[in-house]
């Protein structure tokens, strides 16, 4: 099956630094790859689509400007959590669908913390 | 606007059959999917059904879609120890040519030996 490589799986770093989570889809062109954010307990939310050569979607409630998003090619997308805060801390997943396909090919998550 | 419900746990003893069920809102969704999620892991896709069918059947999967009460269910027949995990519905909906998932908040399903 499809793979989808997310690098780092976890990370620590001091609030007011900024962190980038990278995304790829290792064996097939993903023209659009989503981000979702995970609370402890609760269900993904997704924050914002990606598409490739564009501008990203973000969701109602998720700020552009904090959770920059990056996709340059049609196999990787990437995350940037700017001037990140304790708030921000968060399992962050990233999905990627096969080009004309319906199926989505989940990464295995980015756990962040933010001291 | 899109609501997905599930119960929160499930346990089965091993051998028996597990059903998952799960309810969602918008009557305009696709797709419908069903994730495991194992401990400190990405999401895996099990299983999908288009929203015109009524059932899916996949190995020790079986997904059933009933579109008027707005209900699907999973069940896994011959459930295992390593079927424990938490599993996401989720339903997909387009807008305006995008495709949005909105998930469940997942049924942890624990096993009993």
């Given at each position: 099956g499809a793979v989808v490589s997310q690098h780092p799986s976890w990370v620590i770093c001091k609030s007011g630094t900024s962190v980038k989570i990278e995304c790829r889809s290792l064996d097939f062109q993903a023209t659009t790859m989503f981000w979702y954010r995970q609370f402890p307990k609760q269900s993904l939310m997704l924050m914002a689509t990606s598409n490739e050569g564009s501008k990203a979607t973000y969701e109602q409630g998720v700020e552009k400007d904090k959770f920059l998003i990056n996709h340059a090619s049609?196999?990787?997308?990437?995350?940037?959590?700017?001037?990140?805060?304790?708030?921000?801390?968060?399992?962050?997943?990233?999905?990627?669908?096969?080009?004309?396909?319906?199926?989505?090919?989940?990464?295995?998550?980015?756990?962040?913390?933010?001291? | 606007g899109e609501d997905v419900e599930q119960s929160l746990f499930l346990s089965v003893r091993e051998g028996d059959s597990s059903v998952i069920n799960c309810t969602y809102t918008d009557s305009s969704s696709t797709y419908l999917y069903w994730y495991k999620q194992e401990p400190g892991a990405g999401l895996q896709l099990l299983t999908y059904i288009f929203s015109n069918m009524d059932m899916k059947q996949d190995q020790r999967l079986t997904v059933l879609l009933n579109k008027k009460d707005k209900h699907l269910s999973l069940r896994i027949a011959d459930t295992q120890t390593g079927d424990s995990a938490i599993y996401f519905c989720a339903e997909s909906i387009s807008h305006f040519g995008n495709e949005k998932l909105t998930f469940g908040t997942g049924t942890r399903l624990t096993i009993i030996p």
């Amino acid at each position: 099956g499809a793979v989808v490589s997310q690098h780092p799986s976890w990370v620590i770093c001091k609030s007011g630094t900024s962190v980038k989570i990278e995304c790829r889809s290792l064996d097939f062109q993903a023209t659009t790859m989503f981000w979702y954010r995970q609370f402890p307990k609760q269900s993904l939310m997704l924050m914002a689509t990606s598409n490739e050569g564009s501008k990203a979607t973000y969701e109602q409630g998720v700020e552009k400007d904090k959770f920059l998003i990056n996709h340059a090619s049609l196999t990787l997308s990437t995350l940037t959590v700017t001037s990140a805060h304790p708030e921000d801390s968060s399992f962050y997943i990233c999905s990627a669908r096969v080009m004309f396909g319906e199926k989505l090919f989940f990464g295995s998550g980015t756990q962040l913390s933010v001291l | 606007g899109e609501d997905v419900e599930q119960s929160l746990f499930l346990s089965v003893r091993e051998g028996d059959s597990s059903v998952i069920n799960c309810t969602y809102t918008d009557s305009s969704s696709t797709y419908l999917y069903w994730y495991k999620q194992e401990p400190g892991a990405g999401l895996q896709l099990l299983t999908y059904i288009f929203s015109n069918m009524d059932m899916k059947q996949d190995q020790r999967l079986t997904v059933l879609l009933n579109k008027k009460d707005k209900h699907l269910s999973l069940r896994i027949a011959d459930t295992q120890t390593g079927d424990s995990a938490i599993y996401f519905c989720a339903e997909s909906i387009s807008h305006f040519g995008n495709e949005k998932l909105t998930f469940g908040t997942g049924t942890r399903l624990t096993i009993i030996p």
